[in-house]
């Protein structure tokens, strides 16, 4: 019969550890490592540096977030910016401050910080600068400020979008002295100037010059001008495919570029606009209603705003398009990027009509219920928005 009888517990020397395993049984000649008791003090000194560890990370996290953000903000480029003049003697704040204040930049502090790491803003030139656009990253500032301002003896010219064609001659003829309008008009219908998208017979250029900001040498002539002018808007519709214009959209280039002008005059503040009203035109055009955009009626009676009377609607122009069908005979105004491409690449909706609902900043509201637009509307003039 075998004995169970477990050995007899050594015993334990005075001040000697206790080790408990199953059975209270050890071994003596294995090997064991004593498992020591963590102190509650020690646990939270270790999760308070955790924590701390943590917290710094995330801040870091945050603030680098933020500042790719500035560096290269959301979003397209925005328009040109008029000509910004750098004074003599300016420092790297005082330039980094300027284009924040004409928002190329988004902070100004952060350029600062750029400039120095990339080591790139020791060297640039007093003088006038005209590349510059809205919403730049820092890269596309700094290159502006690195191909330096105008020539001394160069001249630049701005034309804004949604300017009437008048109005831009206007412009160029006070940034020459040496032309004025009338010699820039007897330019334009001499045949000097060319676009491939001015049509047969058409002598009414507006519409075919490119809003932005130019250089040219003070004594260019009006050809030369209007030409560059009229060379870089066909660039851009060929970039934004007006050349396949019916096979893109039913529609002739000269139609979609009347469209994009009339979205350049209605569009509010939000660039999503511009394709809603696209949008909204070419719904009105399919069902063969009135188009009723009061811009097109204030440019055939040669106005540039205000209120509409009897007297004005009862004028029969080629414009009056409350009671005429169909689009305006030319475009009325000088359309930018964003409505050209809005007018071939139209948003998706049903809409049918939009009205004014803020005005700063000028905002629409779009339906396709009739009496929506009617209550949005008499709320819009009852709250003198227009």
């Given at each position: 019969?075998?004995?169970?009888?477990?050995?007899?517990?050594?015993?334990?020397?005075r001040n000697e550890p206790i080790y408990e395993f199953?059975?209270?049984?050890?071994?003596?000649?294995?090997?064991?490592?004593?498992?020591?008791?963590?102190?509650?003090?020690?646990?939270?000194?270790?999760?308070?540096?955790?924590a701390t560890f943590v917290a710094l990370a995330c801040v870091a996290g945050f603030s680098?977030?933020?500042?790719?953000?500035?560096?290269?903000?959301?979003?397209?480029?925005?328009?040109?910016?008029?000509?910004?003049?750098?004074?003599?003697?300016?420092?790297?704040?005082?330039i980094s401050l300027l284009l924040e204040s004409k928002a190329v930049i988004a902070s100004a502090d952060v350029f600062g910080w750029y400039a120095k790491i990339r080591g790139v803003g020791g060297a640039w030139k007093a003088g006038t600068y005209v590349n510059f656009r809205e919403n730049s990253t820092m890269?596309?500032?700094?290159?502006?400020?690195?191909?330096?301002p105008v020539p001394p003896q160069s001249t630049a010219v701005t034309v804004i979008p949604g300017a009437r064609l008048?109005?831009?001659?206007?412009?160029?003829?006070?940034?020459?002295?040496?032309?004025?309008?009338?010699?820039?008009?007897?330019?334009?219908?001499?045949?000097?100037?060319?676009?491939?998208y001015l049509l047969a017979g058409q002598t009414n250029w507006e519409g075919l010059l490119a809003p932005d900001t130019y250089q040219f040498a003070k004594d260019s002539s009006a050809v030369t001008v209007l030409q560059k002018l009229a060379d870089q808007q066909a660039e851009v519709l060929d970039g934004l495919g007006y050349g396949r214009a019916e096979a893109l959209s039913g529609r002739t280039a000269y139609e979609l570029l009347t469209i994009a002008?009339?979205?350049?005059?209605?569009?509010?503040?939000?660039?999503?606009e511009k394709p809603r009203i696209a949008r909204v035109i070419e719904n009105?055009?399919?069902?063969?209603?009135?188009?009723?955009?009061?811009?097109?009626?204030?440019?055939?009676?040669?106005?540039?705003?205000?209120?509409?009377t009897a007297d004005d609607l009862a004028q029969d122009t080629p414009y009056e398009n409350r009671r005429r069908v169909g689009l305006?005979?030319?475009?009325?105004?000088?359309?930018?990027?964003?409505?050209?491409?809005?007018?071939?690449q139209p948003a998706a909706g049903d809409w049918q009509w939009y009205v004014l609902v803020t005005k700063n900043p000028s905002t629409h509201l779009f339906t396709s219920d009739y009496n929506e637009f009617l209550k949005a509307k008499d709320r819009a003039q009852a709250e003198g928005i227009f």
């Open positions: 019969m075998t004995d169970t009888t477990a050995p007899p517990r050594p015993k334990r020397r199953e059975n209270d049984f050890v071994d003596p000649d294995e090997e064991f490592v004593p498992i020591r008791v963590e102190s509650p003090v020690g646990r939270r000194v270790v999760n308070a540096v955790v680098m977030v933020w500042a790719m953000r500035q560096m290269d903000p959301p979003g397209e480029q925005g328009g040109q910016v008029a000509a910004i003049e750098v004074p003599r003697g300016a420092t790297l704040d005082s890269s596309q500032a700094a290159s502006v400020l690195a191909d330096g008048v109005d831009s001659l206007e412009s160029i003829a006070k940034a020459f002295p040496a032309l004025t309008v009338e010699t820039l008009a007897a330019a334009l219908a001499s045949g000097q100037v060319t676009s491939k002008s009339l979205v350049e005059k209605e569009a509010g503040d939000p660039e999503e009105r055009l399919d069902r063969g209603d009135p188009l009723g955009i009061d811009a097109a009626i204030l440019y055939g009676l040669n106005r540039r705003n205000g209120g509409l305006p005979p030319t475009p009325i105004a000088l359309p930018g990027q964003a409505a050209l491409r809005a007018a071939i």
